[in-house]
Nanobody, 116 residues
């Protein structure tokens, strides 16, 4: 059974940092591009960053480039998102999924709240 479980969210002040983790089971990440997505209140889900684990290629949305860093650990089958210099507009539920995302792979997400 495929599962993606996000963790690491929380409440932080603007300028603070958080590290999100995505633990994947049921498949190995080495064959996939894994992405982080977020959904803010009243808005649609958007892509934030992704990594092609086989070669380390990364992509970032313009709104987060320079502040967020994605990484992967094949031994632990995890993908992490280091979030620095957080802004109130980063407040959202953060999800991980393969790229392009599959509907039945969405997990519960992890809430990130940035106070001003």
């Amino acid at each position: 059974e495929v599962q993606l479980v996000e963790s690491g969210g929380g409440l932080v002040q603007a300028g603070g940092s958080l590290r999100l983790s995505c633990l994947l089971s049921g498949f190995t990440i080495d064959r996939y591009t894994i992405g982080w997505f977020r959904q803010a209140p009243g808005k649609g889900r958007e892509g934030v960053s992704c990594i092609t684990t086989s070669d380390g290629t990364t992509w970032y949305a313009d709104s987060v480039r320079g502040r967020l860093t994605i990484s992967s650990d094949s031994a632990k089958n995890t993908v992490s998102l280091q979030m620095n210099s957080l802004k109130p507009e980063d407040t959202a539920v953060y999800y991980c999924n393969v790229v392009p995302p599959l509907q039945n792979y969405w997990g519960q997400g992890t809430q990130v709240t940035v106070s001003s």
